[in-house]
């Protein structure tokens, strides 16, 4: 393919540009800090990402702790999967299943109090350099625990030690908390035309 040399010129130039705001940015980031991730939205891939992220964690030889709220009724890959690695990963199924199913307001409760007291103690530990949130977003938002309890406990953690929050419904308390916050968008979902839950894809 034969490009044009002012084509490629004007590409070279845009890149020279775009590299020189790159590295002016990496230059400027000099701050070293353990960081509180929040991953919400109404689309799919939220405990995904989090995933993700434990299993770069893990490639980098760091502990990692999580606790999964609300999910419990049934086992799922990412569980299988990370329960391989009983030395770097501690890993606590601490909900009942959907609030939906459960239809137990006491249950729920007691369920996210005691995965709580789990997270308190990831979060006293200075080994553990991620901790992992799955779907906290939904039980604050469902008010099983105190959302300002929660975020003193998060910000009392060890410096270096990094957080990672799941679930829609995130509080503008939560994101203001946060370092970085991504918002998945729901454009489309293969269960709405009729397509059950997927092993690999959402199991």
């Known amino acids: 393919m034969n490009i044009k040399s002012d084509k490629k010129e004007r590409h070279q130039q845009r890149m020279k540009r775009q590299k020189s705001a790159v590295d002016q940015s990496i230059q400027q980031a000099k701050q070293d800090k353990g960081l509180l991730l929040v991953i919400t939205g109404n689309g799919k891939g939220k405990s995904s990402s989090g995933f993700g992220m434990v299993a770069r964690a893990l490639g980098h030889d760091m502990r990692v702790g999580i606790v999964q709220f609300i999910k419990g009724a049934s086992s799922t890959g990412e569980e299988t999967f990370f329960r391989r690695f009983p030395d770097n990963v501690e890993y606590h199924v601490t909900g009942d299943g959907f609030t939906w199913d ?3 307001l006491e249950q729920d409760i007691a369920s996210a109090e ?4 789990i997270c308190k103690k990831f979060l006293q530990d200075p080994s553990i350099s991620l901790v992992l949130l799955d779907e906290l977003n939904i039980v604050l938002k469902m008010k ?5 309890t929660v975020l003193t406990d998060i910000a009392n953690r060890p410096v270096m030690q990094h957080v990672i929050i799941t679930g829609r419904g995130a509080s503008d308390i939560v994101i203001e908390a946060a370092d970085t916050v991504s918002r998945i968008e729901d ?3 293969a269960f709405r035309t009729g397509i059950q839950a997927q092993k690999g894809i959402e199991l």
């Open 114 to 117: 005691a995965g709580w007291k």
């Open 187 to 189: 454009v489309k979902h």
């Open 144 to 148: 099983y625990l105190d959302t300002k």
């Open 102 to 104: 459960t239809q137990n």
